[in-house]
């Protein structure tokens, strides 16, 4: 007989149930300001506090504080807060057209806004994003995408770019930053670190930016992905976007609990930090930083985006199955709008009729480029990418067998 009682496998479970508060005190939220900025040619080792702790400037009455308040000019910020409202206004008007059944599947950023936002106006033309389903942010924000051609995607109409070879949301603008999406999760991050030492070897000045969720961490992408960027000091960013859920997996179960998920990065030897992604501004101040290193050479960051997924995962899921619908009012960091919003006000460089305003005009540029776009069609008049061109974009010359079989379907 053993001396020790039988062992037992631990399964970690979220705090919160359907009807049943979430306790968020297991995200260990530090006051805005309190935490330190270190130089950005810190050895890695010494970021290991900032692992654990919570990079914010935002206060909860709206004013900045700390080393870490990126000093920005009101103009920019204005720009960031429309741009997240962009977003916002974007997405609910694509969740209904995906009830209309005009396109089959939609995936909302409600409640992550500002992390895309606020990273995309940090890097540079030329900087290469491998980003996941819920970074569209880094799109809307720029002025150069057409926002009638992502809508096309989104439709799978005659117009899609893509020719509906992806699932609406998997964008991809090479122009624009934004490596095609890949519905496999977890493989853009290894791939986006080679970019990076692809840049390197070239003697570029280029850097690449990875995003991953919570989630998926759990894949050995992201293991293999943290050790090559280490050991080659690879020129990029190593984004976790941890918005508490992966479907209705609850993050712990991917290895959150009583640990962090910036704590992997130093673990592996790259300089991290846990920040709040719900501050506009410790998102910017954040993604400079580690912009900075990797651009200067000084090596990769990992960063942890602490948010809260607030919709359901996609239009295929319904959370109200596995976690109290009122979490998001009662998360602890709040809503990244409202939060910039509140701090403009408080310079006096937003009002509440500019915010009614703003989203008036966001919501009939959106109608506009949504009614252009409808005009090419969509999945409820069947106006989609011609069969013949599944044939092509693979091969230079088509095998005989390819040819053979588009003249069957009549092509
Ligand atoms: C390799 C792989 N496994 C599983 C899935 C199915 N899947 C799609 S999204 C998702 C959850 C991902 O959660 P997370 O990484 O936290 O990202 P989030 O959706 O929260 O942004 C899963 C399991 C997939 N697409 N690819
Ligand atoms: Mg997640």
């Given at each position: ?115 895309a936002v606020a990273h995309g106006m940090a890097l540079q033309q030329g900087d290469m994003n491998f980003p996941t389903y819920r970074q569209q942010g880094l799109l809307l924000s720029r002025d150069d995408v057409s926002m009638v051609e992502m809508i096309c995607q989104l439709l799978s109409n005659e117009k899609d770019p893509i020719q509906g070879r992806q699932l609406p949301v998997m964008y991809s603008y090479k122009r624009a930053g934004f490596f095609s999406i890949s ?148 998360f602890p960091l709040g809503d990244p709008i409202e939060r910039l919003r509140r701090h403009l006000s408080l310079l006096g460089h937003w009002s509440d009729e500019e915010h009614e305003a703003t989203l008036k005009a966001l919501e009939a540029e959106v109608i506009a480029a949504q ?41």
């Amino acid at each position: 007989m053993s001396k020790y009682p039988p062992l037992r496998l631990h399964i970690p479970e979220p705090s919160g149930r359907p009807g049943c508060a979430t306790d968020f005190s297991y995200l260990h939220i530090s006051p805005a300001g309190a935490t330190r900025r270190p130089d950005v040619d810190v050895l890695p080792v010494d970021t290991q506090d900032l692992a654990y702790q919570l990079v914010r400037v935002l206060d909860e009455d709206g004013s900045a504080k700390g080393p870490w308040d990126p000093q920005l000019a009101p103009d920019f910020m204005r720009r960031g807060l429309k741009a997240m409202m962009k977003v916002r206004v974007f997405d609910a008007r694509m969740l209904i057209a995906q009830r209309q059944k005009k396109l089959s599947f939609y995936m909302q950023a409600l409640g992550e806004e500002a992390i895309a936002v606020a990273h995309g106006m940090a890097l540079q033309q030329g900087d290469m994003n491998f980003p996941t389903y819920r970074q569209q942010g880094l799109l809307l924000s720029r002025d150069d995408v057409s926002m009638v051609e992502m809508i096309c995607q989104l439709l799978s109409n005659e117009k899609d770019p893509i020719q509906g070879r992806q699932l609406p949301v998997m964008y991809s603008y090479k122009r624009a930053g934004f490596f095609s999406i890949s519905g496999n999760l977890a493989t853009q991050y290894i791939q986006a670190v080679g970019w990076a030492m692809a840049s390197a070897i070239k003697g570029d000045t280029k850097i690449a930016s990875a995003w991953i969720g919570d989630g998926s961490t759990a894949e050995s992408d992201f293991a293999t992905a943290l050790t090559f960027a280490h050991v080659y000091r690879a020129p990029v960013i190593l984004n976790v976007v941890n918005n508490q859920w992966a479907i209705s997996t609850f993050q712990a179960i991917a290895g959150g609990e009583h640990t962090t998920f910036a704590a992997r990065g130093v673990g592996s030897g790259i300089a991290s930090l846990r920040v709040d992604g719900n501050d506009f501004l410790a998102v910017h101040a954040a993604s400079l930083w580690a912009a900075e290193r990797a651009r200067r050479g000084l090596g990769p960051t990992l960063i942890e985006w602490v948010t809260y997924r607030a919709g359901a995962h996609s239009t295929s899921d319904d959370p109200s199955k596995y976690r109290p619908g009122d979490d998001w009012e009662r998360f602890p960091l709040g809503d990244p709008i409202e939060r910039l919003r509140r701090h403009l006000s408080l310079l006096g460089h937003w009002s509440d009729e500019e915010h009614e305003a703003t989203l008036k005009a966001l919501e009939a540029e959106v109608i506009a480029a949504q009614r252009e776009a409808e005009r090419y069609g969509s999945l409820l008049d069947g106006h989609i990418p011609s069969v013949a061109s599944m044939f092509e974009g693979v091969y230079k010359d088509m095998p005989e067998h390819l040819r053979q079989q588009r003249q069957q379907l009549g092509y």
